[in-house]
């Protein structure tokens, strides 16, 4: 296994001044090194992870993190800046900067290896010695774990008992037992904020004289807590910003619900609030799947509460299909290019197959990707149901389904049957079971009654209807004409550029690709709206990058030159450097520029038959030409209202004889 971090990946006088610079400077020898394949393509990636939730920490620390298709190794990056860098923490800039780049698919040795930074970032120890370092291939093994900061007499008990792992065995009481606390943490990526949310809680509960023991649930997987360490807790925290996995162990404990952030720099302060919750008795309505919490929390609504459960819920369906659609779409629009639109009503190519005939070769493609396509339903409703009760919800959420599409009620059928599995396995779920039923209830009693209940509802109660509503929302797409087509376009236009790869765009792009289930006139236009809008902001700001460069940083200048490739290329993510920068005047821009694109390409009547692809997917598209037209006019208006605004403020921020006049740029960042 090669090493994370060598002398080379370690920069002891970082001259950046902000973090996408920190960021591109560290990148930068991680590519030197062979780690990261695509420094600009790594970086988008970054700056969307950055767009999230800030990654700076209290004590000087920042910890840019993502995961990325880019990144041919998990690697860790480490600068030291003299000046301080703002990563977004409470307490001032950050002087320590740690960049860890893992794989799409990282293997669990290296998580491993990076969650054990994470904990001990939370040493000050650790944080001491590296600030003290001279030499970077020194630094390089401290951050390894060679030569580690010996921890004094007073401090080594300090990760003793608070930092034992989760599946330990309970200890045995004292004759005065202490409060007893279990712990969640979890975080987006799953590399750091889970882990230093971890041994902060530990490190608080170790000063307070509390028990806690913490589950981390990170990218590595995670080890349950025992049981028996459950039942012996007097109160639970969350601390995270996913979904926590299994809730149903928590029943009846008093719950503070909290994101992780929460954890890392204010731990002190929870484990007070379960104690008094505690003390109170107050108990957390909880079941396995539920993302209910006790209402004391203060944490909002319940209304507020099902919004932000029901986006997560249909963000996980969306998220896991649309690999299907990238590879099944492809697949189909390859095997037009090959074969022509005719090549759907081939016969089987495993009854007629001819080696050297193109056709064939279109004929193959083309029902591979039918083959794929035909798990989008079931796939979207099968994760709905996933993200809403976990493992025993996937049988009956891929049962409906398919029975979704056995009544031709498409993708408004699966929506709506993974809403119901994920709703029926969880009051399955909340039914008081007899202790000899508990361990055969995930595999074999929930998805047996889950199954037939969703069965029962989609054949029998909603699923006609959901048909003859899919059915009126196709018709209603092909007779779309003039202005109903041209608001359309707007409005999808909007939903792409708002949130640039957020749950707005996610939700446009799922409604376009939807329709190419069972391709129509009108769900074919839709894609093609969809797609030239989202291809608007990464190419309106590479053209104002280029036309008053003035306006922008260095860095932005830098990454408007790549910005280009990934408009081309579809890829919306471009334009979130830009838009975490100063997002007051990048997003109204290139939200009116992608409402322009979606209506003129409503209007000239373009269709696609691609998911993917950008201009490289131009023989598939309805009327190129007007096509890219559309394009260009979107990313015309947006670069001009980009210019324009920043220009404005610019001439009115500006002193005389300041930075505007003297041809300095400086662009502020704006909450």
Not at 10 to 22: I, Q
Not at 308 to 331: D, K, N, W
Not at 468 to 490: E, F, K, Y
Request: charged letters at 15%; one cysteine or more.
């Amino acid at each position: 296994m090669s090493e994370l971090i060598t002398a080379d990946l370690v920069d002891l006088d970082l001259s950046a001044t902000t973090k996408d610079a920190a960021a591109r400077s560290l990148a930068e020898r991680m590519v030197a090194a062979h780690r990261v394949t695509d420094l600009d393509g790594f970086l988008a990636d970054v700056a969307a992870r950055e767009a999230q939730m800030p990654t700076g920490l209290d004590g000087g620390i920042g910890i840019p993190h993502c995961r990325s298709e880019h990144v041919s190794a998990p690697t860790l990056a480490f600068g030291r800046s003299a000046v301080g860098i703002d990563f977004g923490a409470a307490d001032g800039p950050a002087d320590l900067i740690f960049l860890i780049a893992a794989p799409a698919g990282a293997d669990d040795d290296h998580l491993t290896i990076l969650s054990g930074l994470a904990r001990r970032l939370m040493d000050a120890e650790f944080t001491a010695a590296l600030r003290a370092g001279t030499e970077p291939a020194a630094a390089a093994a401290l951050i390894r774990g060679e030569e580690p900061a010996e921890p004094t007499a007073e401090q080594e008990p300090e990760h003793a008992e608070p930092g034992r792992d989760a599946g330990a065995e309970a200890a045995e009481p004292a004759a005065d037992a202490p409060f007893r606390v279990v712990a969640v943490t979890s975080c987006p990526t799953g590399i750091a904020h889970t882990y230093m949310a971890a041994e902060s809680l530990a490190a608080a509960g170790h000063d307070q004289g509390v028990e806690i023991t913490v589950e981390t649930q990170g990218s590595a997987g995670f080890t349950k807590l025992d049981p028996a360490v459950i039942a012996a807790a007097d109160a639970v925290i969350w601390a995270h910003d996913v979904e926590v996995r299994e809730k149903g162990r928590f029943r009846g404990k008093p719950l503070v619900d909290v994101g992780v952030k929460a954890g890392i720099n204010r731990p002190a302060e929870l484990i007070a609030e379960a104690r008094r919750k505690a003390e109170r008795g107050e108990v957390a309505a909880v079941a396995a799947g539920d993302g209910a919490t006790d209402a004391g929390d203060g944490s909002g609504t319940d209304h507020a509460h099902f919004g932000v459960r029901l986006r997560t819920y249909l963000m996980s369906g969306v998220s896991y299909m649309v690999p299907f659609v990238a590879a099944g779409g492809l697949l189909i629009a390859l095997s037009f290019a090959i074969g022509g639109y005719e090549i759907a009503s081939a016969t089987s190519v495993a009854d007629h197959f001819v080696w050297g005939e193109a056709d064939s070769w279109a004929a193959l493609l083309n029902q591979i990707g039918s083959a794929a396509f035909g798990f989008l339903v079931p796939v979207l409703a099968g994760y709905i149901a996933y993200g809403m009760a976990d493992r025993p919800a996937l049988v009956p959420g891929f049962v409906g389904g398919a029975i979704a599409l056995t009544v031709n009620a498409g993708f408004l059928g699966g929506l709506v049957a993974g809403l119901l599995a994920g709703a029926v396995v969880m009051a399955i779920q909340r039914a008081p079971v007899h202790a000899t039923l508990r361990g055969i209830m995930p595999v074999l009693v929930i998805p047996l009654i889950a199954s037939a209940v969703v069965g029962f509802l989609m054949f029998i109660v909603v699923g006609k209807p959901i048909a003859s509503l899919q059915n009126a929302l196709t018709d209603w797409l092909n007779g779309l004409s003039g202005s109903n087509a041209v608001i359309l376009g707007v409005v999808l236009g909007l939903m792409m550029c708002f949130d640039m790869g957020g749950p707005l765009n996610k939700v446009a792009y799922a409604f376009a690709v939807g329709g190419l289930a069972d391709p129509t006139p009108g769900s074919l236009k839709v894609m093609a709206a969809v797609m030239a809008a989202g291809m608007v902001p990464p190419l309106a700001m590479t053209l104002a990058t280029t036309v008053r460069k003035k306006l922008f940083t260095k860095t932005e200048r830098e990454n408007g030159r790549a910005a280009w490739v990934l408009g081309a290329s579809f890829i919306t993510e471009g334009a979130i450097p830009f838009a975490a920068a100063d997002p007051l005047r990048v997003i109204p821009s290139v939200m009116a520029g992608g409402a322009v694109t979606g209506a003129l390409s409503m209007a000239f009547g373009a269709t696609l038959r691609a998911p993917h692809g950008g201009v490289f997917v131009v023989p598939l598209i309805g009327e190129p030409f007007l096509y890219l037209l559309a394009v260009a006019a979107g990313t015309l208006v947006a670069a001009a209202l980009v210019v324009l605004l920043k220009g404005a403020r610019r001439t009115t921020s500006a002193p005389a004889g300041g930075p505007a006049a003297s041809g300095e740029s400086r662009v502020a960042v704006t909450a």
